[in-house]
């Protein structure tokens, strides 16, 4: 049995160490928000934080999950999609299939928190790995430069405060 710190939120696991952490996060914990895209770590559909830094979900073995604090799209504005930068993507009509769209997010969440002012090119460097088949780059990019625009940096940038709880368990060994 392993502890989890999701979304400010403290899970009980029962699964093997090095199941992919996507699956524990889709599968065990049914936080689906996080997709299943190339499953090795080339597309970005996948993307999460651990402790405030990108990172592939079907690439990142469980274990290595342990003790770190893990944010998923669920967690980034809350249930009410309150992010600034949530916001800024219903504004700009970014999705269309919208299979990509929390991958790109958690990209430009962790970009935004540590580059509150990024320039065009570190833009397009932080968001080079997350692939969007339909080809919203330029309202991706749009909404990123005017989430920069409409909020006070990194405070306003921040994930929402939650309790801390603790969840469920669940199966495999």
Request: charged fraction near 15%; proline fraction near 5%.
């Amino acid at each position: 049995m392993m502890e989890l710190t999701i979304n400010g939120t403290v899970h009980q696991v029962d699964v093997d160490e090095d199941m992919p952490l996507l699956w524990a996060l889709r599968d065990e914990l049914r936080l689906t928000g996080t997709k299943f895209g190339c499953g090795a770590g080339l597309c970005g559909a996948c993307t999460i934080h651990i402790n405030g830094n990108p990172a592939r979900a079907c690439l990142t073995p469980v274990s290595v999950a342990k003790g770190a604090t893990i944010t998923t799209i669920e967690g980034l504005g809350g249930e009410a999609g309150e992010h600034p930068l949530q916001q800024a993507w219903i504004k700009h009509n970014v999705p269309q299939c919208g299979y990509c769209q929390s991958g790109q997010l958690m990209s430009a969440a962790a970009l935004l928190a540590n580059n509150p002012n990024p320039t065009d090119q570190e833009i397009d460097s932080a968001m080079s790995g997350n692939l969007c088949r339909c080809g919203t780059y330029p309202r991706i990019k749009a909404a990123i430069k005017d989430t920069v625009k409409t909020t006070e940096a990194s405070a306003a940038l921040a994930y929402p405060a939650k309790g801390s709880k603790t969840k469920g368990s669940s199966r495999h060994a």
